[in-house]
């Protein structure tokens, strides 16, 4: 639906943008996932129309969008900051697209379209010119047989303003006043705002940040099932890692205008493809070792049985362990031995360190192990994620 090509951008002779390659397919739920200023809003605005960039393409439907303005393409953006008109109430504030475009504005855009085709269609066969005029006459007088009016407008803006509050779950909030309502119901009628032009792609730059984390933990499960009920695509830009996981459908990590990664949340958290990623994306040990043969890595000074393989022999690589995948278990039982170096309670599971000869392991277990116990850290080779290094 979206591509992106080879997409640059400067600002003043700063990079801001290396090649961004992305395709986005339509229906899923796309989230930009990097930390601050790497290039997300940028990536954004770019598909949005409200910059340009400096090289590169973006498509859509494999048609060049670049020319076309942001308000005529067909996208509708949510700012991180709600920006409603506050001497609006919620039902005029869903209903502004609406009004904007104004009544008859499809049958409008057909007639413009017709027109246009009239006139190539001439060009190319001037003999017959007033046979094809004749016959697009009678196209644009059909158009025209569909304009609405006045009231008939009215009635459409009343039941797209309904559907769509009722579909971000303000059904009887038509009356409020916007200074009455709370953070997330604010975000819920922006959100509404833009669903209502009926976009192909809805864009959302943070949208959540400025509420609570009990509110955006339900704004954010409320949102993916906007999406899916709406049946459009969103592209959403997010610096926390755990809102990027459980959304998406597809995850693109950035970092300093590059992409590093695009996967499904499984994908990434389980294979992350560098350093980067595996540290942005969870706590995580991560270690440096050398790949001695397939199946086989070396770190910390010892030798341990892993799955991957297809590195050159010797190849320097990084290594990722996730917490919760290091068990605790008596010494001599183990991998490596270790000494519990502190132990900090994090509501659902225990946080311990556990000190060895080389570095500092961070575990997450439910069972708790006093601090100073002398332990062994051990893991399944399957857990064991080795990454290139660039
Ligand atoms: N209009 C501008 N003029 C000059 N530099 C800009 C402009 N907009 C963005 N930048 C720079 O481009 C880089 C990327 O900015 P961008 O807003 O895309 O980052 P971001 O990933 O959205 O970060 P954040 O998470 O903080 O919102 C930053 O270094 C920023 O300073
Ligand atoms: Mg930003």
Known sequence: LVQLKDVTKEFNGQVVLRGIDLEIKS???????GPSGCGKTTTLRIIGGFIDPTGGEVLFDGEDILKIPAYKRPTNTVFQRYSLFPHLNVYENVAFGLRVKGRNHKQKEE?????????????????QKEKIAKTYQEKIKQVKSKFITKKQFEEEIKFKVNKYLKLVGLEGFENRSIQKLSGGQMQRVAIARALIN?????????PLAALDLKLRKEM??????????????FIYVTHDQEEALTMSDKVVVMNKGEIQQVGTPIDIYNEPVNRFVADFIGESNIIPGIMKKDFLVHFDGYDFECVDKGFSVNQEVDIVIRPEDIDIVPRGKGKIPGIVDSVIFKGVHFEIDIKTDTRVYTVHTTDYVAEGK???????????????IW
């Open 198 to 206: 009926e976009p192909k792609v809805l864009l959302l730059d943070e």
């Open 220 to 233: 954010q499960y409320e949102l993916k099932e906007i999406q899916r009920n709406a049946g459009i695509t």
């Open 27 to 33: 229906n899923e739920f796309v989230t930009f996932l």
């Open 111 to 127: 007639i413009k379209a017709l027109k246009l085709e009239l006139k190539k269609e001439i060009q190319a066969n001037p003999e």
């Open 374 to 388: 002398e332990v062994d850290i051990d893991w399944f080779p399957e857990d064991i994620h080795v990454m290139e």
